[in-house]
């Protein structure tokens, strides 16, 4: 998913929902149907989020993932 091209770069910072743990980065990514924000890394490393079969197919085909 990283590999997906840079889509925006907005200039604020958040905070985890879940651990309260900020990200410094919010950087959104595409593969040109899909986008993505940069965060969303933290919540399937960390709190073991499922992304929907649609998309993990998807990006597979392009060769993001």
Same mark, same amino acid.
């Given at each position: 998913? &990283?590999? +997906? *091209?840079?889509? @925006? %770069?907005?200039? @604020?910072?958040?905070? #985890?929902?879940? #651990? &309260? !743990?900020?990200? *410094? @980065?919010? /950087?959104?990514? %595409?593969? +040109?149907?899909?986008?993505?924000?940069?965060w969303v890394y933290h919540y399937i490393d960390c709190h073991g989020l499922k $992304?929907? /079969? $649609?998309?993990?197919? /998807?990006?597979?085909? !392009? /060769?993001? $993932?």
């Amino acid at each position: 998913m &990283k590999k +997906g *091209g840079k889509y @925006s %770069t907005v200039a @604020s910072v958040r905070k #985890c929902e879940i #651990c &309260k !743990k900020y990200e *410094g @980065s919010v /950087n959104y990514y %595409t593969d +040109g149907y899909w986008i993505w924000p940069e965060w969303v890394y933290h919540y399937i490393d960390c709190h073991g989020l499922k $992304l929907p /079969n $649609l998309f993990i197919d /998807n990006i597979r085909k !392009k /060769n993001i $993932l």
